[in-house]
C-alpha cells in the first residue's frame, strides 16, 4: 500500500484543543497528557469548589430530614394525646426502634458504646 492510498484513509477529524477543567483556557502540551488543569493552584480550586459543592448537598440534606423528624414528632404527640391506650403504644414502638438502632450502631463500632 503507498501512502498516497494511505491518505484517503484519513478522515478530516478536527482536533479539539484540551481546555483547563476549572478556567477554560487551552492546555499548553508541555503539561502532559493525562494534565486537567493549567496549575497547581486551579485544581487546588476545583478541588475546593467540589468539596463546597458535597457540604451545600449534605447541609441541605440534614435540613430535609430535620424536617421530617419534626413532622414525625407531631405526628407521635398528637397520637399520644389520644388517650393512655395509644401513649403507651407509642411509647413502646419508640423504645422498640431505639434499642434497634443502638444495636445498629454498636454492631457498627465493634461493640462500642453509642453515646461515646
Do not use: W
Not at 421530617?68 to 388517650?83: K, M, N
Amino acid at each position: 500500500m503507498t501512502v498516497g492510498a494511505l491518505a484517503g484513509n484519513v478522515r478530516n477529524v478536527p482536533t479539539t484543543r484540551r481546555r483547563c477543567a476549572y478556567c477554560d483556557t487551552p492546555l499548553s502540551g508541555e503539561l502532559g497528557a493525562a494534565a486537567r488543569y493549567c496549575s497547581r493552584a486551579h485544581r487546588q480550586r476545583a478541588y475546593e469548589a467540589r468539596q463546597a459543592d458535597q457540604t451545600e448537598q449534605l447541609r441541605r440534606r440534614i435540613r430535609a430530614l430535620e424536617r421530617q423528624l419534626a413532622s414525625f414528632e407531631r405526628v407521635i404527640e398528637t397520637v399520644a394525646e389520644r388517650g393512655p391506650d395509644c401513649a403507651a403504644a407509642v411509647t413502646d414502638a419508640l423504645r422498640q426502634e431505639t434499642e434497634v438502632a443502638f444495636a445498629r450502631l454498636k454492631a457498627r463500632r465493634g461493640g462500642a458504646n453509642p453515646a461515646g
